[in-house]
Every structure is written in C-alpha cells, then in structure tokens.
C-alpha cells in the first residue's frame, strides 16, 4: 500500500458517521521526516514551533493548538514511529477519539512502511517521489507472458503445501511486530529549584527523578502530557532540568 493510499484510508477512518471530519493531514515519523502532507503554509508555519515536541510524544499521547477561530491542529502518535496531524473544524475529542482507531488499525502498517523507507539510502524529498519509491507490504506477483487457462487457477488454489517462499513470508506478514518504544526521561539536577518554583510546577518537578517517563509523570498526575511537557521544556531551558531518550522494548 502507498502512502497516498494509507492517507485516504485514515482520512476514511477519522470521518464520522461518512464525512469528514478533516481538512487537512500529515504524517510525520519519529525522526521528524515528513511522509506526507497537504498542509496549509498556515497549518505548517503554526505548527513549525512544536516540531521537536511532536518527536518526544510517547505512543497514544496527542496536543492540540487553535489554528484560527475555527480550527484547531491535532496531533497524535498513533505507532510507535509515526505522528498524525490533522486540521480539523470539529469538536478535538471526536477527533482524538478517531485517533485511537487509526492507531489500533493502522500503527502495524504504519511502523512497517517508515522501517522499510528508513532502511534505504538517500532521503525522500517530496510525497509525491517518496510514494513512487515505496514498496508495496504485499509483494506485488512478477510479471509474465499470459498464462494458461490451468496455470491461472493453479496459481489462484495453491495446493496446501505452497512454495517455500510463500511458506516463510506469510506467517512474516501475519505477526505482530514488536517494536521498543523510545521514551523520554526528565530528571532534575538541580534540587534547590523546588525552594523557588511556583507550587504548580513543583508536583511536576518532584516526579522528575530520572526512572518516570513523560508520560508516566502525567499518567500518576493525571493531567495531559503536553502540560508535562511544557514544564520540563521550560526548567530544561533554565538548566535546571535534563531529559534523557532510552528505549524500552
């Protein structure tokens, strides 16, 4: 499946009860590589600042931010790879709702896409290039003279004992792919600050204690992550914070 496909197919998936629910849409990897996108200029240049806080979402975290009057940018990671932007005119948790969906539909397909295109040289400059590139997940049948009439219903009722290449790439296909999740972990090196922060931040800064991930400091707090986020980037930029990316299978 190309990636223009797999962005119709999540646009179908984020639509409720048959239309849309989404105007505009991006799929960006972990790594910050955009693998598709038909945002706005307005949408990019809004977005521009929270580009390297999109990369530090754990898997099922998601932001929002008002694009104008009517609009709002949600982002969420849906695989452990892949980050979905949408712009959209609707209620943020009907879409956040959706997003759940394509990543339990679509994170396998997803990861498996931005693997096989991380594993080639060179990079991929434009969605348009980058979909002529990509290979498809089922391999395509190679091509041939026309076949028989007996050949052709061979090929379509494959005895039980298939060829040997069938044999080991279909389970392959088939299996879930385990793939360790990368985390980021605050921790605070300068312990005076809890003197001097303002009490709102510092039941957030007494949790960064190097073992609690992003997402496990607002999971125990029960707030959403981007406030998390928003208070270790602010004490990082003063010093008085570290984060540090581990993986954890």
Sequence with gaps: ?????????????????????????AIVSSSGRELYSDLSKLAVNKISPFRDSLQLMGLGDDLSLALDDTRTIVASRVSNKAILIAITDKKVGIILTKMDGVRDKFGRLLDEIIVAEESKAGEVSTPSEME????????????????????????????????????????????????????????LNDIKILEKCPEKDRKFLEMFDGTLSLRQVAKKLGVPFFDVLQVANKYKNMGKVDMKEIMRG
């Design 132 to 187: 002529v590139k990509t290979k498809p997940i089922y391999p395509s049948p190679p091509t041939h003279p026309p076949l028989s009439e007996p050949e052709k219903l061979e090929v379509r009722t494959p005895a039980p004992t298939s060829t040997p290449r069938l044999e080991v790439e279909t389970p392959a296909l088939h299996q879930d792919i385990k793939v360790p999740e990368r985390v980021i972990v605050p921790f």
């Design 1 to 25: 499946m190309s990636l223009a496909s797999l962005s119709d197919a999540i646009r179908k998936e984020l639509s409720t009860l048959g239309m849309p629910t989404v105007l505009e849409m």
